[in-house]
Structure formats: structure tokens, C-alpha cells
């Protein structure tokens, strides 16, 4: 008699390869993204070192040349984190809007055409974006800022000082707001989708309307994915860097007036001073370019945790 | 017997009979519009538009396109709330404005695209032609006209540039996506996570890197291949993400039956998973092409630009598309301007030509590509069946 067939569930040896191959490479994805932080920290340490890091997140101007450099992220940051959000409060409630006509009131065949052109919106290249921003929505939007710090100035963050309305954070953010429409959009529609049917038809049943069943059934399902999504259109309009750069003209003032001329981001202002600023300037660019590595890592990482959280297990 | 036979549900009294017959149930419509409902509408617009128009306009100055779209639609939600619950109560007016709400951020958005490409259009066609496509700026100077040079140059180096980018990122891209669907293991979710991150990641972040390594660290100098390498880092996430996301809707039945038939696990993978997935793998690269084509920021911390072509990717800078329109839109010369637009509406035709195939791609069966690329195979396949 034969003996039976060993059946093992070992790996063949060219399977073995296979997976180590394979596994290589996403670890080499891994590899890559501290390689990023590693060799950012590394050319940038003579700027840190210059005058200490917490002196480089604290001080407001870039001085890099001559025989007193003065240098930090305070003003660059604390406007990049102003024109990110005044894209999230111009550019979310218009997604999620969106999203909400796509998935609850657009007839079968418009929501297929919606889709397209708002993944075209995503594709188009953020320097046309600058150019359009720059060109036909600005001027349109000075009025407007006019209109808002002449009428609403009791509100301090439309009050100004100067009468120059142009190249403001105000502009940059609505601008950068239109751009992070398709990522939030994506994400809403994705979560409103995923709303449980029952309920949703159990409201309808008993009579609801089409808003009644938005705000008991979809929006509380959806609140929480809702949050990361915005956290993720939060990191984006963060990075956002040619637009920025081609609408703002930097500045180093730390101040609440939005709608008046300067601030600049930091990944606008990188592009803008690139090259310029001797030795210890590019040390500080590339100082500045961690500091924005980081801030939009720990933004998207906690938008990434929240959504597959709260998409719960549909996404292995 | 047979009169026992008798189709008695008919004879047997109903609940109601001799009553008004019951209503025949219709199903609820839940998005019913009716002439009133046009009729409310636009006369709260009307009424909305003439309302900003004398008191924004005439009385406080409001001034510009956008604050007049801005107030008319916040003054229409008022009126049209208040007109609907006058006529149909409070819960249909509730209902009524949330529509008219997500309509209007709808809407906003195709404007917004609409008004992006058609501006776009209007700026730059004039000087698109035959030469614009085939010359360079060599040589060219402030006080010639903008028809004077092209932009061959700028192009040339873009789809160098792309194309050597997604020779390296797809292939990694679309490797870390097999990982992530078909191999996994205890690093899995890392490796998710850091793509996740990845795909975040501020353009001129990436080129910042590549300038570090490549630049100041191997002195290996401006080129076209350094902003590949940093358009690359761009590619990589995007396409594992949708690569990873089409390689989980193919069957777990067909890589049953693959190693069934005693495959190999790479074998199933390449000659199972992979041909099946084709369709949307190859959707997945163009979209990810699509975007990083339009990317300038990590371009101008690698490649420096260039006003003469230069062929070579892998010697001396070169142009791109978009850091062509970057920095030929800050010039004070209005020529080159004019080239920024005309060089931009270029750049977004590429774009729209790569998110075309894409659609075209999505919309295909799977295998219909592997049809396309291997006829003759196909063809045979056929007689055998």
C-alpha cells in the first residue's frame, strides 16, 4: 500500500520569492516615506541648529542672508493653516452638498455625468487653477472682500488695515476651497452611499421627507466619516502649493484681517523662494518643507483613520 | 363533482364592499415637481436677483460677479423658505431649501469647471497652432510678439518626464497594491496607512526630497529625470490605491480555481488576477498620469526649466508644461502671459485626452484589453471554442 500524499500548506520556493518580492516593495513604500522625513531633518539641521527649533517655529520672518539671519515658520504656518481653512468652510459645505444631489435627489442618468465632470475637476493641474484664480476670480472677489470688510468689519476677521484687497488669504482659500471639492466630494458620497437602506426607507415609509430623512438617517450615520473627510480636504488645501503661490504675495505679519493683501503658505512660499537665500536659505526652505511634511502627515493619517473607521470594514 | 369546483375567492365578501372602493395604492413619489413648484421657484429667484441687485448694488456698493452670486443665492434660500411654507407648510418648505441647497452646491461646481476650461479656452486658443507646437523658446526675445517661439520644448519634456515617471511608480504602484490584495501579512496595515499618507503628501514635498538625494546630496544636478523621480513618488500611491480597490471586486472564485488547478500563488496572480483586472489596472495609470501631468510644484525644485529644447531627460534642465505656465505667468512681459495661457490650455488638453482614455478604459469589459493588445491570440482562441 502508498503511503498517502503529504499535503502541506507550505509555500512553494517560487512562491517564497514571489511574496518576498512583493512584500519588498511595500515595505519600500514605507522605507520611502521616512527616507522623506530622514533626509528633510538631515539638510535642514543647519537651519534648526542656527538658533534652535523652537526658535524657528516661533520667530516670523526669513531672513537668510546678511550677518543677522532671522528665520522661522510662525507666519508661513499660521497662514497656511488660515487659507486651508477658509478653503474647508468654502469648499466643504459645497461637496457635501454635492455629494447629498448626487446620492439622494439626482435622477439615475445626471448623477453619472456629475461624477465625471467632478472627477475632471480633480484632474485639472492646480497651475490652471492659479491662472483662472489669478485672473477671472479674483478680480471678481475683490468686490466682494470690499463689500464684507465695509459692511461686516465689526467681525475681526473681516475688519482690515490696508484698502488693497487683492492677493489675500481670502482669495487663496476660496480658490484652494473650489480645488478640495472633488476629494471631500468623493469621500462624502462614498459614506452617504453606504447609509443603511432600511432606515432610510422606514423614514420614507412613515412619511418623512427627503430632508427629513437627510438629517435622522444619513447625517447621523454620516457625521463621523463626514469629520475625515474634512480633515482630508484640511491636508490637501494645506499642500496646495503652485495656486497658492501664483495668488498670494507673502508676508510675515501674523493677523486676523483675511480679506487685506499678504500671507503667504509654507509650500507657497518654498516654490517662491526657491533658489534664492544662499546655504542657510535653502536649509531653511527645507526646514520649513518638514515642518509641512509633518503638519499634513498627522492631518491625513488622522482623516485616513477616522473615514476607514467610519466605512467600517467594507474596505478590508 | 365537478360543481364542487367553484372559484370561491370571487364570491366571498370583502371588508368595504358595497362602500366606495378602496384607493388604488400608488407609490409615493418622492421627488414630485409641479407647475406651482416652478412657478415658486422662479419667482423667488426673480425676486432674489431684483432684491440684491437695488439694495447690494445701489445702496451698499457690492461690487464684482461672484459677491452678487453669492448674495442672490442666500437671499433666494430666504424667500423660497418663505414662500413654501406659506403655501405648503413648514416641513415641505424644510425639505424644499435643503434641495434647493444641494442643487445650488451642484450646480456651483460644474460652473466652476465650466467656467475653469471655458476662460481657459478663451485666453489661449489664439496662439495654438502648428509653430506654438514645433518651436521652442530659443533665442527668443522680450520685444517679439507671443506668436514668436513655441512651446515643443515644454512639451517634450513634460511626456518625457511623465513617461519616465510612470515607469518607475506604476509598477511599484501597482506591486504594493498586489501586496496589499493578494499577499498581506502582518505589515499590511502599515503599509496602507503609509500609502494613505503618501497620497496626501504635498507635491513640493516630493520634489523637495528628490532635490535633497539627487541634488545637493549626489550633485547630480537639474534634469529631466530628477522631476521624474519626484512625479513618480506622486504616482505611486494613486495608483495602489485604485489599483488595490479594482483588484478586490475580482472573484475569489477564479483565484480558487487557479490554485486548484495547482497554480502557483504568482502564477495566479499574473495570469489570473492581473489579465482580469486589466481594464481597470489600466484606468488606474491613466488617472494617476492625468494627475501628476498638471503637477509643477515638485518640477520647479528639480528641473530647473529651460528655454531651448532639450531631448535628454537624463542631461542638463529641462522644460515642462506646467512650470512653463508657472513661470511664464509671472513675467511682466505680456507675450509671454499670453504663451502661459496657450501653454496651460495645451497642458489641459493632454490632461483631458489621459482622463478620456481613462473613461474610455472604465467603460470596457474586462479581458477587452487584453483583446486589443494580443488580437492574433484572441482570434485563435475563438476557433478553439
Known amino acids: 500500500m502508498s503511503t498517502p500524499r503529504v499535503v502541506t500548506t507550505d509555500h512553494l520556493f517560487e512562491d517564497r520569492l514571489y511574496r518576498a518580492g512583493v512584500k519588498s516593495v511595500g515595505i519600500g513604500t514605507f522605507v520611502l516615506l521616512v527616507a522623506i522625513g530622514a533626509f528633510l531633518l538631515l539638510k535642514s539641521w543647519p537651519a534648526f541648529a542656527r538658533h534652535g527649533v523652537i526658535s524657528f517655529l516661533t520667530t516670523t520672518g526669513f531672513t537668510t542672508l546678511g550677518h543677522h539671519p532671522s528665520f522661522g515658520v510662525a507666519a508661513l504656518l499660521y497662514w497656511s493653516v488660515v487659507i486651508a481653512v477658509v478653503a474647508v468652510v468654502v469648499g466643504v459645505p459645497v461637496a457635501v452638498g454635492t455629494a447629498l444631489f448626487i446620492s439622494e435627489f439626482a435622477p439615475r442618468r445626471l448623477r453619472a455625468v456629475l461624477v465625471t465632470l467632478i472627477d475632471m475637476l480633480a484632474v485639472v493641474p492646480s497651475v490652471i487653477f492659479g491662472l483662472w484664480g489669478f485672473y477671472m476670480l479674483q478680480p471678481n472677489l475683490v468686490g466682494f472682500a470690499r463689500f464684507l470688510s465695509v459692511h461686516l468689519s465689526f467681525i475681526p476677521v473681516f475688519s482690515v488695515h490696508s484698502s488693497v484687497y487683492s492677493s489675500s488669504a481670502f482669495i487663496a482659500g476660496v480658490l484652494v476651497g473650489i480645488m478640495i471639492v472633488p476629494i471631500v466630494c468623493s469621500v462624502a458620497r462614498e459614506i452617504f452611499s453606504l447609509a443603511p437602506l432600511g432606515e432610510r426607507e422606514g423614514a420614507l415609509a412613515l412619511g418623512a421627507t427627503k430632508a427629513t430623512v437627510i438629517r435622522s438617517v444619513v447625517m447621523p450615520f454620516a457625521r463621523r466619516g463626514l469629520a475625515g473627510s474634512v480633515m482630508l480636504g484640511l491636508g490637501r488645501a494645506l499642500g496646495e502649493t503652485v495656486a497658492v503661490a501664483i495668488i498670494v504675495s507673502p508676508s510675515f505679519i501674523i493677523s486676523p484681517h483675511i480679506l487685506q493683501q499678504g500671507g503667504a503658505s509654507i509650500a507657497a512660499f518654498i516654490a517662491l523662494r526657491f533658489g534664492t537665500g544662499g546655504q542657510l536659505g535653502s536649509a531653511a526652505l527645507l526646514g520649513a518643507g518638514l515642518v509641512l511634511f509633518v503638519f499634513t502627515l498627522v492631518v491625513n493619517l488622522g482623516a485616513s483613520v477616522i473615514v476607514n473607521r467610519s466605512v467600517g470594514g467594507r474596505r478590508a | ?385
Open chain 2, 1 to 385: 363533482m365537478s360543481s364542487t369546483v367553484v372559484p370561491a375567492a370571487t364570491e366571498t365578501p370583502r371588508l368595504g364592499e358595497g362602500g366606495p372602493t378602496p384607493r388604488a395604492l400608488r407609490r409615493r413619489s418622492v421627488r414630485h415637481f409641479t407647475a406651482t413648484d416652478a412657478l415658486v421657484l422662479a419667482g423667488s429667484l426673480g425676486a432674489s436677483a431684483s432684491l440684491v441687485w437695488v439694495v447690494f448694488y445701489q445702496l451698499t456698493f457690492l461690487a464684482g460677479a461672484a459677491g452678487y452670486v453669492v448674495c442672490t443665492l442666500a437671499v433666494f434660500l430666504a424667500i423660497y423658505y418663505v414662500a413654501n411654507r406659506h403655501l405648503f407648510g413648514r416641513m415641505a418648505a424644510a425639505d424644499r431649501v435643503v434641495a434647493a441647497l444641494a442643487t445650488m452646491a451642484a450646480a456651483g461646481v460644474v460652473t466652476a469647471l465650466a467656467l475653469v476650461v471655458a476662460w481657459l479656452v478663451a485666453h489661449g486658443y489664439h496662439l495654438v497652432s502648428v509653430t506654438f507646437l514645433t518651436r521652442d523658446q530659443k533665442g527668443v526675445l522680450n520685444t517679439q510678439p507671443a506668436s514668436a517661439g513655441g512651446i515643443s520644448h515644454a512639451i517634450v519634456g513634460s511626456l518625457e518626464e511623465v513617461g519616465l515617471a510612470t515607469l518607475i511608480g506604476a509598477p511599484a504602484g501597482v506591486v504594493t497594491a498586489v501586496f496589499l490584495s493578494e499577499v498581506g501579512g502582518r505589515i499590511t496595515g502599515l503599509v496602507r496607512t503609509v500609502v494613505t499618507a503618501m497620497s496626501g503628501l504635498p507635491p513640493i514635498v516630493a520634489g523637495l526630497f528628490i532635490y535633497v538625494v539627487l541634488i545637493t546630496e549626489l550633485h547630480y544636478g537639474f534634469r529631466g529625470f530628477a522631476g521624474s523621480l519626484a512625479l513618480a513618488i506622486m504616482i505611486l500611491p494613486n495608483v495602489t490605491r485604485t489599483t488595490e480597490e479594482v483588484l478586490s471586486v475580482v472573484h475569489e472564485s477564479l483565484r480558487e480555481a487557479s490554485m486548484a488547478l495547482g497554480a502557483p500563488a504568482w502564477r495566479t496572480v499574473w495570469s489570473v488576477v492581473i489579465p482580469t483586472a486589466r481594464t481597470g489596472i489600466v484606468t488606474a495609470l491613466l488617472l494617476g498620469i492625468a494627475r501628476v501631468v498638471g503637477e509643477a510644484a515638485p518640477l520647479i525644485v528639480t528641473i530647473f526649466g529651460s528655454p531651448a529644447m532639450n531631448a535628454n531627460p537624463f542631461s542638463g534642465p529641462q522644460e515642462a508644461l506646467p512650470l512653463f505656465v508657472f513661470d511664464y505667468r509671472s513675467s511682466s512681459v505680456a507675450a509671454d502671459i499670453e504663451r502661459a495661457f496657450s501653454a496651460g490650455l495645451v497642458l489641459v488638453a493632454l490632461v483631458a485626452v489621459l482622463f478620456l482614455l481613462a473613461r474610455i478604459f472604465s467603460a470596457m469589459k474586462p479581458g477587452t484589453v487584453g483583446r486589443l493588445l494580443r488580437p492574433s491570440r484572441h482570434r485563435r482562441q475563438e476557433a478553439l471554442s
